[in-house]
């Protein structure tokens, strides 16, 4: 059986731990496909069950170094309560012998004094629910607190503290590496007392550099812990370039060091010290490691910013009393009471009250909408100003904000193709830099003549200038920044690929009806062709016949005959006829609704002159005409529009102003579909196309290599965006739109699809000039190192250069992907 699971990798440092997974886990037997994001350090896995199980996979990856962090759904629970109504100590131990005995309490602690209560609770075996009506059964007011136990918020936490661990050790480490060069290169200023002297105590001017050295590599040493063992490993990473050079400079020194303790040439050795460039390589690394964890850490926080949406607590209406309860434990059919400025807790139904509600959030629109009795809010959402009762329709994670964040974190941790490339070279960098400063040392030694101590300079500049994060961090950390700014604008992006295809489009084709109209047509017109009925008579027989289909055009029918007063009865028979209309009998008659060939298809008679004349009109209108036949004579033709949005013509333009031609598919016929694109300023038409046949127009569209994005409501267009090589569902049919489309727009306006474009197109600039950066800094920095300039008259690159280059390479292209933040869409 074929399984999908995403999980947290630990342990990984640079490019090249990424790519080395990738490489390795891709080729056992059973993983079709392995996708590793270093920036949110996590892992995209499908494999099969039946030939390879998580836990070998699990075991190959720590055999590489690193962790594999799967979620434990049967893991317990920490639940934090307050407790009102104690008096003394036999009431907290009363509450600690009850609720500790419960099925699923691992543990209860009772504080008397605080009013406080924690629990470990197994949640497949308990709800905090059944634990408060216990608790209020012993007669005591028990109200939940946050529990803590969000994933996102938790790694939030964990990033911070890890980010505090780091801040602390910089300051000593960067403290004590100033102290050491200074102390190193000072005599070139100074004149040192001669009991530290190089010249008159060559001995204690070495010794000082060496004890000021140690604890900075003490500070650092996770770059060897690390480092290391990846390289006896056979995997060196970025920490293994980092400690082979550090390491060299060390103990180059630390021998010279044993040496002028032994009066071996001492006052040569004093001079020919590489501590200060240990000590500042360590510093100056990890103040860059420590700039980029942070600006990661703030590549998601459009994310956590969503996670922050959701209330802790809901008010439950029981029995007739407000209690509170953990959204956690809501469940579908709850009645919870909103108040004034309270966020909707879960997806729900209102059944009592009216409110003004705040969903930018949801669908980046700033202004507040008007929902009352029997419309659907949104977990997440701010009630503005109205008291609501509200019913639970989807809890957990099938709330809408729930999927958005899935859907979001799902498009974080995956690839655009670009990043193939950068990834390729990254498996193979580490080594190849390692060749390049053993052949750049040797070849200064034995073929350039130079002394050692050149030698091993030129051998620690290039291990430390190169920088494989750099490569690895350029696109995914773009991709996570971009997609949690799309959300944030309503803008829903499915993955990596969609993202960068998006922003390459050529030709976008927009779906009339839902998408470039509101969906909701009207009945405008009615002219009769027999007198046989009256007006009244044929509405009430088509309103009838047509309450048997869900197409909305036999929606506008049925609700202009309920205005009218009429009777709406089912039909007694109903066949739908795809692409034609319908026939249905109603009292007796037999009804035929639809267009011109649906009439000559079943022998509808005289349909020339007048008739041909009055629905000519209409097409040329822009509205529907449709044809009505009852018992096969002709009787009516009947005119239905579906009003512009009014967007529509500036989304067009801006469109065109991109380079984007524009194209309008419908079933319409050719004169009505013409009518409606001439006043929304599109010029390329494709009418009378059956909704089975949309998908068959995208791929002609598709050919002389064109990349087509479509732009529909996924309710009868699926298959077309499937086809689509970018498919965006208008947020009008958001269920649908999710399962079919690349990008999902939260609301049904136009600018969407403006502001995905945009987006995309601004992702990819700021994708490859991070790429550019990276190989540019890579191509010339390591030849740079290595002496190339020196050959011809040129300076040397110190280390301790090399070293801060390298790390500012990775902080710069963070810096430069979270600039996406700062992303605005365009204005109509």
């Known amino acids: 059986m074929i399984q999908n699971i995403s999980a947290a990798l630990t342990g990984m440092h640079c490019a090249s731990c990424s790519t080395r997974i990738e490489k390795v886990v891709s080729e056992l037997v059973g993983v079709e496909s392995c996708g590793v994001n270093l920036a949110a350090e996590t892992v995209s896995l499908r494999f099969d069950s039946a030939l390879i199980t998580v836990q070998v996979i699990s075991d190959v990856i720590a055999g590489l170094g690193f962790g594999l962090v799967l979620a434990n ?86 990033v911070r503290l890890r980010l505090q661990a780091m801040r602390r050790r910089l300051l000593p480490s960067f403290g004590l590496a100033l ?53 006896l490993r056979r995997v060196p990473n970025m920490d293994s370039l980092i400690a082979l050079g550090t390491g060299a400079a060390f103990v180059y020194s630390t021998w010279n060091l044993v040496e002028i303790g032994l009066g071996i040439d001492a006052l040569k050795r004093a001079h020919d010290l590489y501590f200060e460039s240990a000590a500042m390589l360590i510093a100056l690394v990890s103040v860059g490691k420590y700039l980029e964890a942070r600006s990661k850490a703030n590549a998601s926080s459009a994310i956590r910013q969503m996670m922050k949406l959701t209330p802790d607590t809901a008010t439950l209406i029981q029995d007739g009393r407000q209690v509170a309860v953990l959204v956690d434990d809501i469940m579908v059919g709850d009645k919870l009471y909103v108040k004034p400025g309270a966020r909707i807790p879960v997806d729900s139904v209102i059944v009592g009250g009216r409110s003004t509600i705040d969903e930018s959030m949801l669908t980046g629109e700033s202004l507040p909408v008007k929902r009352g009795e029997g419309e659907d809010v949104y977990g997440g959402t701010l009630n503005r100003n109205g008291v609501l ?12 904000l729930s999927r958005i964040i899935k859907m979001v974190q799902d498009a974080q941790g995956s690839k655009a193709p670009i990043a193939n490339m950068a990834d390729r070279i990254s498996l193979y960098f580490v080594p190849v830099v390692m060749v390049i400063a053993l052949i750049s040392g040797l070849s200064w030694f034995f073929i350039g003549g130079m002394d050692f101590s050149f030698s091993l300079r030129m051998f620690i500049a290039v ?7 750099a490569m690895g961090l350029a696109t995914p950390t773009s991709i996570m920044v971009g997609t949690g700014r799309g959300a944030q604008l309503g803008v829903l992006v499915k993955n990596g690929e969609a993202l960068e295809m998006a922003g390459k489009i050529d030709v976008v084709v927009f779906d009339k009806t839902g998408t470039l109209t509101h969906g909701r047509p009207t009945v405008t017109d009615m002219f009769l062709f027999s007198g046989g009925y009256t007006e009244r008579e044929l509405l009430h027989l088509i309103a009838c016949a047509e309450s048997g289909s869900e197409h909305p055009l036999a929606e506008a029918i049925v609700n202009h005959g309920k205005e009218l007063g009429l009777e709406v009865t089912p039909p007694t028979e109903f066949v739908a006829l795809p692409g034609r209309g319908i026939k249905a009998v109603v009292a007796g008659k037999e009804v035929l609704i639809g267009n011109h060939a649906c009439m000559l298809e079943h022998d509808v008679a005289d349909l020339d002159g007048m008739i041909a004349k009055q629905a000519l009109v209409l097409s040329e209108q822009g509205k ?43 079933g319409d016929n050719e004169k009505t579909a013409r009518a409606v694109a001439y006043q929304v300023g599109i010029k390329k038409v494709i009418s009378e196309v059956m909704p089975t046949d949309k998908a068959e127009e995208i791929l002609k569209l ?37 399962e079919s489309a690349d990008i999902v727009l939260m609301t049904g306006h136009l600018l969407g699809v403006v502001t995905a474009l945009s987006l995309s197109r601004a992702t990819m600039v700021n994708i490859k000039q991070n790429l550019f950066w990276a190989f540019a800094y890579n191509v010339i920095g390591i030849p740079v190192a290595a002496g190339v300039l020196y050959i011809f008259g ?11 280059a390298m790390a500012l390479s990775s902080v710069s ?16």
Not at 463 to 469: D, H, Q, S, T
Not at 714 to 722: H, K
Not at 813 to 828: C, G, H, M, Q
């Open 73 to 158: 759904k049967n893991s317990e629970k920490q639940v934090h309560l307050t407790i009102k109504g104690m008096h003394c100590a036999s009431c907290s131990t009363r509450i600690e012998k009850v609720v500790g005995q419960l099925d699923g309490v691992v543990s209860c602690a009772v504080n008397l004094a605080s009013e406080d209560c924690h629990l470990i609770i197994m949640p497949t075996k308990i709800r905090v629910r059944t634990i408060l009506e216990v608790i209020r059964g012993l007669g005591f007011e028990a109200t939940p607190v946050r529990d803590g136990e969000n994933a996102v918020l938790k790694k939030q936490e964990e």
């Open 179 to 231: 102290m050491v060069m200074f102390f190193s290169m000072g005599e070139m200023v100074f004149t040192y007392p001669a009991a530290i002297s190089s010249s008159h105590a060559p001995f204690v001017f070495a010794f000082i550099q060496f004890c000021l050295t140690l604890p900075v590599l003490f500070l650092g040493r996770h770059f060897y812990i690390i480092g290391i063992p990846a390289l």
């Open 389 to 400: 009762t509200v019913r639970a329709v989807h809890v957990g994670q099938e709330t809408m």
């Open 463 to 469: 291990l430390v200038i190169a920088c494989p994060c």
């Open 624 to 666: 529907t005409a449709l044809y009505l036949a009852v018992d096969c004579s002709f009787q009516a033709v009947i005119g239905v529009a579906d009003s512009m949005k009014d967007e529509a013509p500036p989304v067009v333009r801006l469109l065109t102003d991109m380079g984007v031609e524009v194209v309008m598919l419908t």
């Open 702 to 738: 598709q050919q002389n290599n064109r990349r087509i994005a479509m732009v529909g409501d996924g309710i009868n267009d699926a298959p077309a965006l499937a086809q689509a090589d970018v498919g965006i569902g208008m947020g009008t049919g958001i269920d649908i739109a999710i």
């Open 794 to 804: 040129g300076p040397t690159l110190n280390p301790m250069l090399g070293g801060a």
């Open 813 to 828: 292209v963070v810096t430069n992907a979270l600039r996406l933040r700062l992303f605005k869409p365009p204005l109509l």
